[in-house]
């Protein structure tokens, strides 16, 4: 029997949503969705109001749009219009990876460094529609880039941190930009980051790219190109404060945003304006239950969407304070998110479940010795979260009186799909439970039928909802093909899922070729085309295998060229190689020499017998019958068995 929890009194007494206008919220918005968004459109402001709320076909060449006749300025929603009634009111805390370092920006404060940014990159000539990487730590800039972007109309493309100088290069390339936004180094658990450095690399191979902006976050000695490069506090300080705000077409695009499918090169993600807003928005209002005044912490980096949806545009869009952490969950010690979590008195507080499982073996003392009396929700998101982790979150760091609000989403859905709401949902720990206002759920078989009742399945989504992606960037078939030819008529999710009686989803992970590391999606391709780009390997092929602290470890299978010994030295080198080449989220965990790959007579290697023996379910091969060579099996599983 899985444990129930109820709502709690305290939460119940003022949450924005409770269980009865839950229920008629959601009927409404599936009966008459055009009504219900209509209506929760006009949380923004806009500058020509729409009359059209939503054109959508999934079929065919997939079209969607919402609010489309609207125009609007995304920055100005989330600065501008707060200057009034909030100016002075704390919008970013920043937290520094120094506990020493701390800052608190307010909205007026932010509101002028934006338009000074959007200045400086207006007199480098960037116009509206062009393409902006941004490659930043965790610093209040890295949020003044994106909206100085929303600002004038150019399209972001935030590349995370960790990210090495050819996938950097290779998503730089990918959408043109004409302007790269980074930082000398950053500065994470003590240790330098050195983007600058990476960046000079990456933009060997980046024609397109005419102006480099630098931060100077640690003042590291760092290499400017002159012409090209340009020192941040230099433009902005010559630039004027004050910047009338575009006027942008709801769906004109606002991000761009890189993210792993099943195969080949990662996907540019589009997001558009005015719809991505209206839903980062209502999500961030309801699913947090968000209050005036709250100090509310995500704990992502803004090179996921997570960051850009959950501390950049819906706290922002809601005139919320937002905390921003430039550092990790153990520097200096285990109890550095408690200590932050008292320093700044947060409220709510949004991890993923590889962090909590992390500071979960630490024991409880590094929890115990801090208050957080200020905590009154919690959230997770990024992958599922086991029952053990639930509740080890709910009992020590919520001390038991704070709902959690598990949140399924993709980088795709621009923002939470299926979750809890705190005064309208009961919780049962691992279920991400129900779908939020205007979400559709459906599980389908492996035809393609619509499953009813208690069932296990692919998740889809049957309609639309305003902050779903809109196109692949620059390969329009890609996105119909990826999300839309599956089962017809329909958005595949690319995710398993189990519907219980009470109608709860628990999702299950993925069904495609992508793995789930610590939260960061990775596809399998990716890494394998990484490892065989090393001279001594001859083949390569990659699965995900459970993993205790990031829920799947990377496990791979390598075929050397011939002549070629398999050594400790090697194994090493290779780890190291595939840092490099993509960055250190793609480590490979495992790494077991094949002499073999199991492959079918027509040569396609079959991964489900791989994911198998990377699991040590040797008995559940399944059918073996078309092997070419069922010898190589065997070899895998002796192999397998000997070293782990
Ligand atoms: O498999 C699901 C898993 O993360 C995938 C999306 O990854 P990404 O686009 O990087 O976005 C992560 C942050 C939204 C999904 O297809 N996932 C995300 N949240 C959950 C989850 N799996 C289970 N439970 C969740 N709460």
Redesign the pocket.
Known sequence: MTDVYSIPAEIAKSALIDQQKYTEWYDRSIKDPEGFWAEQGKRLDWIKPYTKVKDVSFTGDVHIRWFHDGTLNVAANCLDRHLATRGDQTAIIWEGDDPSESAHITYRDLHERVCRLANAMTDLGVKKGERVTIYLPMIPEAAVAMLACARIGAIHSVVFGGFSPDSLGGRIQDCDSSLLITADEGLRGGRKVPLKANADKALESCGSVKNVIVVKRTGGDVAMSAGRDHWYHDLVEKAAPTHVPAEIDAEDPLFILY??GSTGKPKG?LHTSGGYLVYAAITHQYVFDYHDGDVYWCT?DVG???GHSYIVYGPLANGATTLMFEGVPNYPTVSRFWEVIDKHKVNIFYTA?TAIRALMREGEAPVKRTSRASLRLLG??????NPEAWTWYHRVVGDDRCPIV????????GG?L??PLPGATKLKPGS?TLPFFGVKPVMVDAEGKILEGAVEGNLCIAESWPGQMRTVYGDHERFIQTYFSTYKGMYF???GARRDEDGYYW????VDD?I?VS???MGTAEVESALVAHPKVAEAAVVGYPHEIKGQGIYAYVTLVADEEPTEELRKELVNWVRKEIGPIASPDLIQWSPGLPKTRSGKIMRRILRKIAENQFDALGDTSTLADPTVVEDLIDNRMNRV
């Open positions: 993210t792993s993600v992502a996921w969407v997570t479940p997770s998101v990024g992958e599922p979260i598990d949140t399924w989403w993709q980088t795709e859905t939470i299926i979750t991400a999710t690319g995710d999702i299950t992970g993925r992508v789930n939260g960061h999606r």
